[in-house]
């Protein structure tokens, strides 16, 4: 089945610097990656997604890159602030029907700290 | 619109009893998606449920089971309880009709098994 890893497990950054959180993904039929920010004993939210046939999407600080040959996915993050502090997870979807129905492979999230 | 709830948020049980949790999905979404989220195992797909049939299931073992009913909202049991199902157990919904569709989390019950 689809395995996703995601790298580093912790990021300290200083406010205003930039974040950047990498994930591999191990099937090639996978084409939907969502980002999720969860903090501190809160649900999951999606902050950005993108589909296989976009290679970069942009939303204000935050940016996701696609590199299908290499399965790789990025969430960029700048100018960061206190409030982003949080465990970030990447997730990716297989596009068929089956055994793709509703399911989404998490990798095992990244906990940034955003020191002010 | 209303968000996803999720009902009880918080659940103490011990070892070989039941659980049942709820999950009520966003207004004219018929997908629902049950993970369990752990320090260890990360968030793991447990099975997802459209217009009453489960499409999907994840490596669970049987006594994880779920049900959808008529109006979307969602129930998933756990028997026999072991130690190692204490987990936040969060349910997602999405619309159902694609494949790619975002989902949207719920709160989560947060399940202690002693």
């Known amino acids: 089945g689809e395995n996703v890893e995601q790298h580093p497990s912790t990021l300290s950054v200083q406010e205003g610097d930039s974040a950047v959180i990498k994930c591999t993904y191990s099937?090639?039929?996978?084409?939907?990656f969502p980002w999720y920010k969860q903090e501190l004993g809160k649900r999951p939210q999606l902050i950005i997604d993108?589909?296989?046939?976009?290679g970069e999407k942009k939303d204000q600080r935050i940016a996701v890159t696609l590199n299908k040959t290499a399965k790789h996915f990025s969430l960029h993050i700048t100018e960061t602030q206190p409030e982003d502090s949080a465990v970030y997870f990447c997730?990716?979807?297989?596009?068929?029907?089956?055994?793709?129905?509703?399911?989404?492979?998490f990798g095992q999230g990244t906990i940034l700290t955003v020191h002010p | 619109k209303a968000g996803v709830t999720q009902t009880p948020r918080y659940l103490i049980k011990t070892r070989g009893q039941q659980v049942t949790l709820s999950c009520s999905p966003i207004s004219g979404h018929r997908s629902v998606s049950w993970y369990q989220q752990t320090p260890g195992q990360g968030l793991q797909f447990l099975f997802e449920y459209f217009s009453e049939t489960q499409r999907n299931k994840g490596n669970f073992p049987g006594r994880f089971s779920g049900r959808q009913f008529s109006n979307s909202r969602s129930e998933m049991n756990v028997s026999t309880l072991e130690l190692g199902d204490s987990a936040l157990y969060l349910c997602?919904?999405?619309?159902?009709?694609?494949?790619?569709?975002?989902?949207?989390f719920g709160p989560g019950t947060r399940l202690l098994v002693l």
């Open positions: 099937d090639s039929a996978s084409n939907y």
């Open positions: 997730a990716a979807s297989l596009g068929g029907g089956g055994t793709s129905y509703g399911k989404l492979t």
């Open positions: 993108i589909r296989s046939n976009v």
């Open positions: 997602a919904s999405s619309q159902g009709h694609l494949l790619q569709e975002t989902q949207y």
